[in-house]
């Protein structure tokens, strides 16, 4: 008969799994979409004076409002009756460069400019913002709110 040899099977310890590749694709999948995410611009702080602030009561009746509408399309005029003037209508751009020329020359004739915004139930929530944000960069902080 023939003889069988036994050999001794070494014991293996628990398997182990390098995951040191695994955090390299971690991280490369974060750039990718870090750099591949559009970035928006934030709304700016916002410190305005609201109706109801006693600083603004006591000077809006030597200010007459600059009237700023706001349709259902996101197209901004500004004036009231015959006198309202087709501004921005470019709802894809956030600048609005025609009302900020506008609210400069406000701003640089009158000591406390009024604005009073007047908006339309369908108007876009980020169309509100762009001209909130544009009031508060060319640094007028009188602001009041309508529905039309």
């Known amino acids: 008969m023939a003889r069988h040899k036994s050999y ?4 293996d310890s628990e398997p182990t799994l390098d995951i ?3 955090i ?6 974060l750039i990718y979409f ?3 995410a559009t970035i928006q611009k934030r709304e700016m702080d916002m410190a305005m004076l609201l109706p109801g602030d006693r600083e603004m009561n006591s000077n809006s009746n030597s200010v007459e ?7 259902e399309h996101g197209s901004i005029s500004t004036g009231s009756g015959s006198s ?4 921005d209508t470019d709802v894809s751009s956030r600048d609005l460069p025609l009302l900020t020329q506008q609210l400069l020359l406000l701003r640089d004739s009158s000591k406390n400019p009024l604005v009073q915004i007047n908006t339309h139930e369908m108007t876009s929530q980020q169309r509100m913002l762009d001209v909130l944000n544009t009031l508060v ?5 009188h602001v009041t709110f309508a529905e039309f």
């Open 8 to 11: 001794a099977v070494a014991q």
């Open 20 to 22: 040191s590749s695994l």
């Open 24 to 29: 390299d694709v971690c991280f490369l999948l």
């Open 34 to 36: 870090l750099v591949a």
């Open 65 to 71: 409002p600059l009237f700023i509408s706001l349709d």
């Open 84 to 87: 309202m003037m087709l501004l």
């Open 137 to 141: 960069g060319v640094g007028i902080h």
